[in-house]
């Protein structure tokens, strides 16, 4: 455990962080696996779309990295266009 007051004050700041980002990793991954098991063209457009936009979103207030958003984008694209 650490000792210093100021290492205290940043333990709980970064359990703090870790809650408020969890739900949000989470429903990013929901989002793009849905989007991949997605057979249909139509359903597969509008999932897509929205799992991007939502990986733009965390990708722009820092929680995830620019090239993960990426990838995963990239990924999801890919799959859009074999369909």
């Known amino acids: 455990m650490?000792?210093?007051k100021s290492a205290i004050k940043r333990v709980r700041q970064n359990e703090k962080r870790r809650?408020?980002?969890q739900p949000?990793?989470?429903k990013m991954k929901t989002l793009v696996?849905?989007?991949l098991e997605t057979t249909d063209k139509e359903e597969a457009q509008e999932a897509v779309?929205?799992?991007t936009a939502y990986l733009d979103k965390l990708a722009?207030?820092?929680l995830i990295h620019k090239n993960f958003a990426a990838r995963r984008k990239s990924k999801l694209a890919k799959?859009?266009?074999n369909l």
Do not use: F, Y
């Open 33 to 35: 696996n849905e989007a």
């Open 19 to 21: 809650k408020h980002n």
């Open 49 to 51: 779309r929205e799992a």
């Open 24 to 26: 949000q990793r989470s």
């Open 2 to 4: 650490p000792q210093h």
């Open 60 to 62: 722009g207030k820092g």
């Open 79 to 81: 799959h859009l266009n």
